[in-house]
């Protein structure tokens, strides 16, 4: 939720390790973002990976900016490769 959306309902959203930490997480790092910059995206990974240790985010850099990548072969395959895991791992939803 947008802070100002928070500040509008007085709703606070909460992070709790113990149950946002469990589901494994991928992020796609878009290296020539200027609307999120990398240094912004970094800190959203490291800071997920501070609250949740033993469940690191798995990270794919892309040399893309944020609007428009998605003609790029490896906006395709990652979540094709994410996919076609968790079809085959019974421990990843």
């Given at each position: 939720?947008?802070?100002?959306?928070?500040?509008?309902?007085?709703?606070?959203?909460?992070?709790?390790?113990?149950?946002?930490?469990?589901?494994?997480?991928?992020?796609?790092?878009?290296?020539?973002?200027?609307?999120?910059?990398?240094?912004?995206?970094?800190?959203?990974?490291?800071?997920?990976?501070?609250?949740?240790p033993g469940n690191?985010?798995e990270v794919h850099?892309?040399?893309?900016?944020?609007?428009?990548?998605?003609?790029?072969?490896?906006?395709?395959?990652?979540?094709?490769?994410?996919?076609?895991?968790?079809?085959?791992?019974?421990?990843?939803?």
């Amino acid at each position: 939720m947008p802070p100002r959306a928070a500040a509008r309902t007085g709703h606070r959203p909460r992070v709790e390790a113990q149950r946002w930490g469990r589901i494994p997480r991928t992020y796609v790092r878009f290296t020539e973002d200027r609307l999120i910059p990398p240094a912004s995206q970094d800190r959203f990974i490291t800071e997920a990976d501070r609250l949740a240790p033993g469940n690191p985010t798995e990270v794919h850099s892309v040399a893309a900016p944020h609007a428009g990548p998605s003609y790029r072969p490896e906006t395709i395959e990652i979540p094709s490769d994410l996919a076609r895991r968790a079809a085959t791992d019974p421990h990843r939803p």
